[in-house]
C-alpha cells in the first residue's frame, strides 16, 4: 500500500484527520491547504489520487475539481462533503469525481473509499494498456515505411488524429487504409473508446441499416455499429458500397450529429469521429450520380491517398523486416538474403502490402535456414515481368480500350449504316424488278436475315467485350486472382494486351482484328516503338508482333497519337 495521495482541505483540522487517517494505512500522504499548492505538488510528486475536501468557506472547491479534470483527466478525485449538500456533491460526481465521502464519516469509511478507487484506477489503467496491446497486436497501428509518402501520410495522422474532422482514405486494396484508420483512431484521445469497422461491401443491403443505425423496437433491441462506436470511432469500409437510400440516411447523420435506430422513436445524439475508405474512384462515381455529392464532401474533410506499394518501393524493405518481425514469433529466421530482397523490390506487388505481409508469412514457413532465400519467397511468374504497370498507368490502358471499343463500335455501326442504305436502296428499285424476278427477291430476303444474324452475332461480341472489360477492369483494380478472365473457350481468339487480355469468339475477324491492331498500335506508342517492351506487354512473342505488324500494315514510322 505505497500510493501517493494528495489531500486539498482548506480547513486545517480537516487537513489533519485525513492526513492521519490515510498515512497510518501506509500511504504516503501531502496535504495542502490551496489548490495552486495542490497543483504544483501533483506535478512534482505524481499522486494516484487526489481527496478533495468541497466544504469550504474562502473559496469554491467545484472550481478546483474543475481544473483538475481538464488539466489531469486519468487522475482520480474522491468528493468530500457534509451531508446536506447533496446536490453539490452529484455535481461533484457529474464533473468527473470517482467517488464521495459525507461528513460526518467514519474513519474506516474513508479508507475503504479510496481503497476502492485506487482498485478502479488501477483497473482502468490495466484496460487501457490492455487496449493499446489488442490495438498494436490487430492492426499494428505504426505505420511503416521510408518512402516520403509514408512519411507524409504519419505526418498528416499526427495532426488530425485528435480532431473530429472526417477522413476519408483512398487506395488500391492492400496499400493500408485500415492501418491508417487504426493510427488514426489510437493515437486520437478515443484510444479508449471502441474503433468500430463496418464493412459496407460485406453487409447484405437489406440488413445495412440496421447493422449500421441498430434496431428498436418491442421484440428487440439491437445496438448498430454507431451506437457501438459511441466515444470512440467508426471506420466504414468501402462506403462507395452503400445504396443512395443508405447515403442520404449517412448523410443526415453526420450532417445534425443525431440519429434514429431502425423503428426507433428516440434520436441519439452521435459523438463518433469517421473514417471511411474506398478502393474506387469515388468523385467519379459522384460524377456519375452513383455517390451523393453533399455526402462525398461531408466524408473528405482530409482526404488520404494510398499510393500503391509498386510506386514505393522504398518501403518494401523495412515492410518485409516488420513481416518477419511479426510473423516469426520464435526468432528463428534472421533475415533475408540479398537476392530474396532484390527479388522482393523487383516484384509487381498487385496486391499491395497485404500480398507482401503473405508471402513473408509463407517463407517463414517454408524456409529451412536462418535466411529467407530467393526460392522460398515462391514469387508467382510474372514476377519476371518488368513492364511498367502500375496503377496510373492500368488505369490509362483501361481507358484506352474503352475508347477503342467505342471506336470500332461506332465505325462499324456507321458501315452496317451505309451496307443497309445500299440494300435498301436496290429495294426501292426491287419493286420493280420483283415483278419481273421472284428468285431475286428471295435472295434479298436472305440478305436481310443473314444482315441481322450478322448484327445480332456482332451485339453478341461487343456484350462479350464488355464482360470480360468489366471483369478484366474489376481485376486491375482488385487484384484477385479468382477474378481474373475466364479461360477462353477453344474456339475464342485471345488478344493479351498491356496488362489485359481479351477474349473474341473467333468469327468477327474484321472487328476482332481491327480492335488487335490499335492494341498494337498502342502498345508500340506507349513504348516509344521498342518491339520487345511491347510484345512482353502484348503477351505476345517478338515475331508474332512483328509478323502482325506486318499484317497490319503498322508502319512504326507513322506512329498515330491517342
Ligand atoms: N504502412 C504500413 N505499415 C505497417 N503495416 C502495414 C502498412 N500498410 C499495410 N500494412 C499491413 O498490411 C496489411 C493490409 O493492410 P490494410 O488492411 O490496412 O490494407 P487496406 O488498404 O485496408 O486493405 P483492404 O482494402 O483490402 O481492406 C495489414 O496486415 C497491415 O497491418
Redesign the pocket.
Known sequence: MSATLLIIAEDEHMRWVYFRALSSVGYEVRAVESDGEGHRLISETVPQLVLLDLDALNWNGMLILQKLQQEHPQLPVVVVNHQTGLEKTLQALKLGACDYVHKPFDLQELRVTVEKALKMESLQEEVRFLRQQVGRGY??F????QSQA?KS?QQLVDQVANSTATVL?Q????????????ALHYQSQRREKPLIIF?CSAVPEKLVDRELFGQEDFEQRHKGALMMAQGGTLYL??ITALSLPMQASLFEVLNRRFFRPFQGEKEQVVDVRFIT?T?RNISQLVKQGLFREDLYYHIRIVPVL?PPLRQRME?ISS?AH??LK?YDSTGRIHGFTASAMAALESYQWMG???E??TVVERSILLCQQEWIDRDDLYLPEVAECSYDSSYEQVRKDRDFIERTIEKVRAEMDDKNEQRQKSIERPGKQRENVERQNHERQSNERKGYERLDRKRSRKENILNNIERIQEEKVKALCAISEEEQAPLPKKKDKVIQGAGFTLVLQDDESIFIEEIEKRLIQYALERYQGDQNQASRALGMTRASLASRMQKYQINQGSRRRW
Not at 486494396?173 to 484508420?181: D, F, I, L, P, W
Open positions: 492492426g499494428e505504426e505505420l511503416i515505411g509514408i501520410i482514405l487506395g488500391e486494396r492492400g496499400t493500408g487504409k485500415e492501418t491508417v484508420a487504426r464493412d469500409k468501402e475508405s478502393t494510398l518501403d515492410l516488420h513481416f511479426r499491395n502490402v497485404k507482401l505481409a
